[in-house]
C-alpha cells in the first residue's frame, strides 16, 4: 500500500488501526474548539478586543498560548525526527533559553510595552518611515503566511498517515456511502477540515479564542508527548537513561562541542546559537509573538508570559527529544513493526513519519485519539495564531493607512473577521500547493529554508532600530534587502553544484550578522536620524523616560 501524497509507503502492519473510540476523542476535541470560537464570539465588540483582547488577558493562559503557538507541528513531529536521522545534538537546544529570557524579558518586553502597539510594524513606521515598515511586513507575511502553509501540510500528512487505514470507510459510513475518498483524497479530505475549523473559530472569537483554545491545545500535546513515552517505557521498559544511550550508540556518535566547519550539522554550539539567535529575532520582530504581550496588562504581566513560555519550552523540547529518542529505541528493539519496505529508522524517507507512524499502530486505544487529537492541537494553535496575527497586521498597517475614511468601529470588526476568513482559507491553498513542493529535506531543513531564512534579517532591522540611535532609514532598508538576500542565497546554496549550504541551525545567525553589520556600517556614512526623530524609539531613550513624539 501506498499513499504518493505522503511520499512514503505506509502499509497495513496490523488489522485495525483507529478505532471508533479514537474518533469520538478527535470528534470531541474539534467540537469543543468550534464550541469556544462560537461562545467568544458574543464578546467581540471593537477590534481592539478582536486584535489585542482588551489589554487584559491573564499572563499564564497567554504564556501557554506563546508555547503552543511557537511550537507547531513542525517542531512536535520535526524534533523526533531530527533526532532520530541526525542525532542528539538538538536535545540540548534548550539550555540557551535562561540567557534568551535575559534579553527579553528584560530589554525587549519593557521597550515595546511602553510603545502600546497593536502591530509591532507600527514601530518601524515611527522610527524609520513607511519604507521600512513595507520591507518589514512584507517579509512578515511571506515567512508566516509559508509557514502555516506548510503546518497544514505536515499535520496533514500526519493525521492521514495515521488513521488513512480506517477513516475513509468510516466517512463512508458516516455518510450513508455518499462520500468515497481514495487515500490521496482522504489526504485532501484531512487537510481542508484542519484549515476550515481553525479558520472558522479564529474569526468568530478573535485573539480571546485564539487563546483560549491556545491552552487547550497545549494541555493535549503535552499528554501527547507524555503518553508516548509511558507506553513505550511500558512495553520496553526502558527509561531516559536507555533512551539516551540507544540514540548516541545506535543512532550516531556523541556531537561535537564546537566545529570551524559551518556546514557540519550535529555541532552543540551551532544547536545553541541557532536556537538563541531564534527566540531573540522572534520576539523581536514577529507579530506572532509580539502580539502575545501586547495582550496583557503591563509589562510585568508580559515579563510572566515569556517566563512562562521558556518554562514550557523546556518542558516540551526535553519531552519530545526524548519521544525520538524513546521511538528509536522501540524499533531497534521491534523491526518488524518498521513499515515492510523500511530497514532502519533512520531512513532519511522514514524518520519524520516515525512518530505517526508509531500512534497509529503502537499505542492502545483511545490513547491514540488523543494523541492525535495533539497533533491537531499542535497545528490549531499555530495556524489561528497566525491568521488572527496576519490579519492584524494588514488591517493596521494597510487598510488603516490607505484609506480616506476611516471605518466605523462595527464596520471594522466585520471586516477583520472577513479578513480572517480569507486568510484562513488562503492558508488552506497554500498548505495543498505546498505538497507539491519535492520531498528533499526533512521537517527542520524545510523550516529553515523556506521561511526562517529571512526572520535574521527581520530581527535585524528591529534591533537596528532600537539598539543602533545612529542608524536611519536607508542603512537599514539597504542592509535589510542585502540581508535578506544573503539568507535566502544561504538557504538554497546546495542547489548549485559544487556549493553547500551552512548547517541549517546557522541560517538565521549568519543572514542577522550580515544584516546588522551592514547596516549599523551604513548608518555611520549615510545621513543619520535627528535626534528628535528617535525620541522614545531606542532602548537607550526609553530607558531613559523619553516618549516618542
Known sequence: ??????????????????????????????????????YLAKTQRTTEEFFVGDRRMPWWAVGMSMLATLMSTLTYLGLPGEMIQHGVALAVGWMCLPLVFLVVGYVWVPFFMRLRLTSAYEYLDRRFGPGTRWLAVVLYLYMRLVWMGAIVKTVSEAVAQITQDSGPQALASLTGGAVQLDKDGWFYF????????????????????????????FLCLFAGAVLT?????GRTGTGPVDWWIEATRTSHDAPALFSWDLNKREVVFWTLLGGFMWHVCTHASDQVALQRYFTTRSASDARRVAAVNYVLD???????????????TYFVRNPSELPQDVSDPRDAKFADHIFPHFIAYGLPVGVSGLVVAAVFAVAQSSLDSGINSTA???????????????LSESGELRLAQWL?????????LTGLAVTLLPHKYNIIDMQMKSFNCVLGPLGAIFMAGILLPHV??????????????????????DLVPGWRSPAPYLLIPLSWIVTFTLTALLGGVLRRPAPEQVRGLTWQSAMRGESAE
Open 1 to 38: 500500500m501506498s499513499d504518493s501524497r505522503l511520499g512514503t509507503p505506509i502499509p497495513l502492519l496490523f488489522a485495525a488501526g483507529l478505532q471508533t473510540a479514537d474518533y469520538a476523542v478527535v470528534l470531541a476535541y474539534l467540537a469543543g474548539m468550534l464550541g469556544i470560537g462560537i
Open 190 to 217: 484531512v487537510l481542508l477540515v484542519t484549515g476550515v475549523v481553525t479558520t472558522l473559530y479564529t474569526a468568530l472569537g478573535g485573539i480571546k479564542a485564539v487563546i483560549w483554545t491556545d491552552v487547550v491545545q
Open 229 to 233: 513515552l509511558l507506553v513505550i517505557a
Open 314 to 328: 523546556a518542558i516540551m523540547a526535553v519531552l519530545l527529544a526524548m519521544v525520538g529518542m524513546a521511538l528509536l
Open 392 to 406: 492584524t497586521v494588514i488591517i493596521v498597517n494597510v487598510i488603516r493607512r490607505h484609506r480616506s475614511q476611516p
Open 420 to 428: 480572517t476568513l480569507a486568510i484562513g482559507m488562503g492558508v488552506t
Open 472 to 493: 536611519g532609514s536607508r542603512a537599514v532598508l539597504t542592509g535589510g534587502i542585502i540581508g535578506t538576500l544573503c539568507g535566502v542565497s544561504f538557504a538554497f546554496a
